[in-house]
């Protein structure tokens, strides 16, 4: 059974600082890899998708890394800014030898960045 | 263009009564799921709809819960006899097949059993 787990479950750090948030699954035969953005009492955001063939991508002040064999995952923020305080959370897709299927989530990493 | 909308919002009920949460995907998106998030918790998958035809309901609970998509569009979950233990916000999402499988994520609807 696919689990995913992130760590840490809290970060708080002052604006300006780089970070990386860590995700891990325990089955590497995933579909795809994505990081997704909640605010509290809203909806996710989608950050990055990572496809299993895929390193890492990048948007703006984003990266998000892949390391399939290893069963691992980063994402990257430079130059961390209070609007970027939120949960963040990782989700992976199975691969079930289709173009579909469900997401399994992690349970977040909540990020503060004071001002 | 439009995202994925849910509705309600927020719904209040009574243990056992019967609740209906609707969600709409983004027009031409073929895929549609249904997640559960308690407090604290990521998302958990309830099911897959594949155009009009249920393709994974393996993630819901008990048979008191169903859903439908009739048209392969609008998805409605149905709860009956509700239970305390269903509070929790009720988030749908929807992809197009055939591409990166991207899921995007409406604003959920948060359910409240007293």
């Known amino acids: 059974k696919q689990e995913v787990t992130q760590i840490p479950a809290a970060l708080s750090v002052p604006e300006g600082e780089n970070l990386v948030l860590n995700c891990s699954f325990t089955?590497?035969?995933?579909?795809?890899l994505q990081w997704f953005r909640q605010d509290p009492g809203k909806g996710l955001t989608s950050l990055l998708l990572?496809?299993?063939?895929?390193r890492e991508q990048t948007s703006g002040r984003l990266n998000a890394s892949l390391d399939k064999s290893s069963g691992r995952s980063t994402l990257y923020i430079a130059a961390s800014q209070p609007g970027d305080s939120a949960t963040y959370l990782c989700a992976v897709r199975k691969n079930y030898g289709g173009s579909q299927g469900n997401l399994i989530f992690g349970k977040g990493t909540k990020l503060s960045v004071k001002p | 263009g439009a995202g994925v909308s849910q509705t309600p919002s927020n719904k209040v009920t009574e243990k056992g009564k019967y609740v209906e949460l609707r969600c709409d995907p983004i027009?031409?998106?073929?895929?549609l799921y249904w997640y559960r998030q308690s407090l604290g918790q990521g998302p958990e998958f309830l099911i897959y709809?594949?155009?009009?035809?249920?393709?994974?309901d393996s993630g819901l609970p008990n048979d008191r819960f169903f859903a439908v998509r009739p048209e392969g569009s609008v998805s409605t979950l149905k709860i009956q006899r509700t239970e305390r233990g269903d509070s929790a916000v009720y988030l749908c999402a929807s992809s197009i097949s055939g591409s990166s499988n991207e899921q995007f994520f409406g604003p959920g609807t948060r359910l409240t059993v007293l």
């Open positions: 027009s031409g998106h073929t895929a």
């Open positions: 990572i496809q299993s063939s895929q």
């Open positions: 709809f594949q155009g009009t035809g249920a393709a994974d």
């Open positions: 089955d590497s035969a995933i579909y795809n």
